[in-house]
């Protein structure tokens, strides 16, 4: 009986160790996420460490309304557009909700993203489970 007690409390904390370190390789691989998204400077949507949308100044428009605290990415030809809406403006450190709707986007609806880093006229957003960031026009 008492090696099985010996056995189980020895299985219980190889488990226990285990899993610590699979935290601690998230949380690092996270942190590395985040880091590289916020030396980006382009407008637009980054995931998986890369963007999926960039917003450029020779083919995109972008539209900011602060009375609805959205800002729209739009391609000239309308092919692809991204509308994001924000509960509140941004500042950092804060969280916002946002909620992402377009074509050649993928549909976001309240997410609750942390502001990382503003400037005079950016916000970047981040979502650490997703390991996804908005890079949004913002006039502070």
Known sequence: MKN??????????FSLLLTSCVD?????KALKAMQSFEAETDYGIYANGEYTFRFTDADYQLAFNEGNNSVRLQKDDMSTYAIFSLDSTPSNG???????QGKGVTTVKN???QVIKTTSDCAW???????TGYI???EF
């Open 136 to 138: 949004l026009y913002w």
């Open 94 to 100: 804060a969280t916002v909700e946002v909620s992402v």
């Open 125 to 131: 957003l981040w979502d650490k489970k997703s390991l």
């Open 24 to 28: 601690d390789k998230t949380e690092e």
């Open 111 to 113: 997410l609750q993203m």
């Open 4 to 13: 099985i007690v010996k056995l189980t409390l020895a299985a219980l904390t």
